[in-house]
């Protein structure tokens, strides 16, 4: 654990409890792609299949149960609850993410550390977390309404990300043998996705406007 590892936790689990708050306090997910939220819901599940096998800290297992808890929930609120997903713009959330899990999950039985069930889920979760943010992305393009929590989100879920890849290269340089070229490849794919979103936010921060997507 090093802190730029702990920030992006913390970015990460931010960006979650933004959402979660905008979903119960507002009792609305406008502007919140369903799509992306099943992808992290798939990326999660997918990801901590050794949940109950494997013990690495009481941190580690609490942190497992947050994301996998509270991705479920997002969802079920997002497809069940009476009132929330009556927010929900299915007309504009079009993105058919099939074409993101199938090339995913070949590219994982090809490209993968080790050929086993857990290790090919893992790496498939992976390449499912790169781009599974794009669904939003173009939500957030065509329906150019981005309200402040929406835009919170988005950028502190990118943020998180940002910061792992700092901790990557600190324990690159400190830890002898450290190498992750599917993790890291993975990860800049996923940073790099954000980069036109961070611009606009920022601007729209630096000149106090109201944020906007190009078309």
């Given amino acids: 654990m090093n802190v730029f590892r702990l920030a992006g936790d913390m970015t990460h689990l931010a960006s979650i409890l933004v959402l979660l708050l905008k979903i119960h306090t507002i009792k609305s997910c406008a502007g919140i792609s369903l799509k992306t939220q099943e992808l992290y819901a798939l990326v999660f599940v997918t990801r901590y299949l050794d949940i109950f096998d494997r013990f690495a800290s009481v941190y580690n297992l ?5 994301f996998l808890g509270s991705s479920l929930s997002i969802v079920w609120y997002m497809r ?5 997903r009556r927010s929900y713009d299915k007309d504009q959330d079009t993105f058919r993410y099939q074409f993101i899990v ?5 590219l994982a039985l090809v490209i993968n550390h080790k050929f086993t069930f857990k290790e090919v889920m893992w790496t498939f979760s992976l390449y499912v977390e790169a781009v599974a943010i794009l669904p939003q992305l173009v939500l957030l393009q065509r329906t150019r309404n981005i309200d402040n929590l929406t835009g919170q989100y988005v950028f502190l879920l990118g943020a998180y990300r940002a910061l792992y890849i700092l901790n990557w290269i600190y324990r690159y340089l400190t830890e002898p ?3 992750r070229w599917i993790t890291w490849t993975a990860g800049l794919v996923q940073t790099l996705l954000y980069a036109d979103f961070f611009y606009y936010y920022i601007m729209s921060w630096k000149n106090n406007v109201k944020l906007e997507l190009p078309a």
């Avoid at 199938?102 to 070949?106: D, E, H, M, Q």
């Fill in 80 to 84: 069940r609850h009476k009132v929330v």
């Fill in 177 to 179: 043998y450290f190498v």
């Fill in 62 to 66: 609490i942190m497992k149960l947050i």
């Fill in 102 to 106: 199938l090339p995913c999950l070949l």
